[in-house]
């Protein structure tokens, strides 16, 4: 048994002993029965008068509220070793003083509501130690809070923690910092917290059923339950778990934490313009094509328009359906995923670039060049994306000469890798540069130490199409942005 429940044991038997002592000649009331079953002789009235705190008037709370009476002998409501003890189970561990979080601060402990300080320590928290061996500017340093104030302007440093101003002993200022300030949770016209109408937290009221306002101050005309009924959203949540409900009316939170997309709105904020990533165009660089106006998520789109994202015109003779495959080509994607589809005909973007080509965009030489901008290493041209190289080079760049003009002691040392390796094990080393294995698509790198597999894909192309994968590391074309080179960032699209 822990030394708290051996004490609450001894606690529960003095008074079990003192009851049955001073029992005495009182009347016999056969409606009490004691905690064993036995008839308890004390009457109600007596049963009552023990039960309750010296100088409570009947009809108050016994064993202060927070055990049953029985026979003249509080029963505490005990949930946890220690958190009510006492008599008339007036004693609560938990309303001791904390500091940093600490009851009693870690240097003393709690003895029915108050704390008791070690050698060394005092205050309410035991917060201060007796000795400092602080400078002045050392203990200034430690009661600063993250605006750099020290005890936020409302309490004095001793030592490295704050003493707040509480001057008429209320207690209202409070935290490490004197952060908190429930004076500001007074109503100015009745004086009290909330307004009596809810609970003050740091300075801030949170208000009871059917009461709102900074201060808990205004009552609303309609029951909660109906209040309740008005701000719950289709999907059964109040306020769609993106604003708070004040009198049957949503309060919805407008401004995005993440700053994306835009506003929260809807009578139950249902409506959630982060939900516009669905009908944004990559290719426009706008939400609905342009050609639309995004509206909780869906496209409204102008006369002559159609399509989730707006993207087919009333004109066209074709279905949506057709007009993509028309798009599609040999390609799983419309347009090669680097253009837009409309009406079955593709046009290429980035707008003017000449390097991407083709019925469905299919042809893009920006692959034939190097990170430098080179095309084909010099040595070859550029055929719908591959290089057709010169007599005496071959590579997917036309990097590598077909004659060698050093050794091959001299060629294997810069095609060595790190391991030791040449090539890291994954391609064959000509003439001092790797050949990477055309078999493992993914290998890549002046050594073939690079996995490209580690680039990301948007709409099932590495890159988007958009750039080369660099060493996992997606390199964008001019115009384009993103981990995948997902976004366009050149001008509005026609």
């Known amino acids: 048994m822990s030394p708290t429940g051996f004490r609450n044991f001894l606690l529960l038997a003095s008074s079990l002993l003192f009851a049955g002592l001073s029992a005495g000649p009182q009347s016999f009331s056969p409606s009490l029965r004691s905690l064993s079953g036995i008839a308890c002789r004390l009457s109600r009235a007596e049963s009552e ?13 016994l064993c202060h509220g927070r055990g049953r009476c029985d026979c003249g002998v509080c029963i505490c409501h005990v949930t946890e070793p220690g958190m009510y003890f006492g008599p008339l189970c007036e004693c609560h561990e938990w309303v001791c003083d904390t500091y940093d979080g600490k009851t009693c601060a870690g240097h003393g402990k709690c003895d029915c509501g108050k704390c008791k300080c070690d050698e060394g320590w005092s205050g309410e928290a035991c917060q201060y130690p007796t000795k400092c061996d602080l400078t002045k500017k050392q203990s200034n340093q430690m009661c600063k809070n993250s605006q750099d104030i020290i005890c936020s302007n409302a309490g004095t440093c001793h030592c490295g923690r704050c003493k707040c101003d509480n001057l008429d002993g209320n207690g209202l200022v409070y935290g490490k910092f004197c952060e908190c300030d429930d004076r500001e949770c007074i109503d100015d016209e009745t004086e009290e917290i909330c307004g009596g109408h809810g609970k003050c937290y740091c300075g801030n009221c949170y208000c009871e059923a059917g009461w709102h306002g900074d201060k808990c101050e205004f009552q609303c005309d309609i029951t909660p339950w109906e209040s309740k009924r008005r701000c719950t959203s289709p999907d059964g949540k109040i306020c769609s ?5 004040v009198c049957g009316e949503c309060s919805c939170h407008d401004v995005d934490p993440t700053g994306d997309w835009g506003d929260i709105h809807g009578d139950t904020c249902e409506c959630d313009e982060r939900d516009c990533r669905a009908v944004y165009d990559r290719y426009s660089d706008d939400f609905c094509s342009g050609h639309g106006q995004c509206n909780c998520g869906r496209c409204d789109c102008k006369v002559g328009w159609y399509g989730k994202k707006c993207e087919h015109p009333r004109s066209c003779p074709l279905s949506a359906e057709e007009s993509i495959r028309k ?5 799983s994607l419309p347009c090669s995923g680097r253009g837009k589809c409309e009406c079955g005909k593709c046009t290429c973007y980035p707008p ?20 430098s901008g080179v095309v084909c290493g010099g040595h070859g041209t550029c055929s719908c994306g591959r290089c057709v190289c010169e007599k005496g080079w071959f590579g997917t760049l036309c990097q590598h000469p077909q004659k060698c003009n050093m050794t091959e002691e001299q060629s294997k040392s810069l095609c060595e890798s790190a391991d030791g390796m040449l090539c890291s094990g994954k391609g064959a080393c000509h003439c001092g540069k790797c050949i990477c294995s055309t078999q493992e698509w993914y290998v890549s790198g002046e050594l073939c ?28 074309w001019d115009g384009w942005n993103g981990n995948a080179c997902e976004i366009w960032l050149g001008t509005d699209y026609p």
Do not use: W
């Not at 778990?241 to 409900?245: D, K, Q, S």
């Not at 798009?327 to 390609?331: H, I, V």
């Not at 130490?449 to 590391?473: E, F, P, V, W």
């Open 449 to 476: 130490d690079c996995d490209d597999r580690d680039c990301d894909k948007h709409d099932g192309l590495i890159c988007t199409g958009n750039g080369i994968c660099s060493c996992g590391n997606c390199e964008c």
């Open 241 to 245: 778990n993106r604003g708070i409900c």
């Open 327 to 331: 798009c599609q080509g040999s390609s």
């Open 352 to 371: 003017g670039d000449q390097r991407v080509y083709g019925k469905t965009c299919e042809c893009d030489d920006r692959s034939c060049e190097d990170l």
């Open 49 to 61: 008068r023990r039960c309750r705190a010296p100088g409570q008037p009947p009809g108050s709370a």
